[in-house]
């Protein structure tokens, strides 16, 4: 599967964005989603996963409340909604798959074999 992330920006603090990850590939209503972020100077973390149907997802613990992420297998595309945006979120923002087939909703960074471009969230005070 190939992924291309997009709808990074400029936003103010408290307000909202939508990312959205476009995907080619048989396999991606299969495969587990997930969103990662990486600021400067930082390690690339997790910040939410999404299983094939949608029905389980998995947050950090510090975008719980704040983002929700969604997918719709018929379009190939998976979305990560975010709302009150804090300036500690800024960071580019990356989609990943998980191998078809495996349906854990991982947190970790290496059981993704797929991954975007990244999209760039800047977030002011």
């Known amino acids: 599967v190939q992924l291309q992330a997009s709808g990074g920006g400029l936003v103010q603090a408290g307000g909202s964005l939508r990312l959205s990850c476009a995907a080619s590939?048989?396999?991606?209503?299969?495969?587990?989603m997930g969103w990662f972020r990486q600021a400067p100077g930082k390690e690339r973390e997790f910040v939410a996963g999404l299983s094939w149907s949608g029905g389980i997802k998995q947050y950090v613990d510090s975008v719980k409340g704040r983002f929700t992420i969604s997918r719709d297998n018929a379009k190939n595309a998976v979305y990560l909604q975010m709302t009150s945006l804090k300036p500690e979120d800024t960071a580019v923002y990356y989609c990943a798959a998980r191998p078809p087939g495996l349906g854990y909703v991982s947190s970790n960074r290496y059981d993704y074999d797929h991954w975007g471009q990244g999209t760039l969230v800047t977030v002011s005070s």
């Open positions: 590939g048989r396999t991606f209503s299969s495969s587990v």
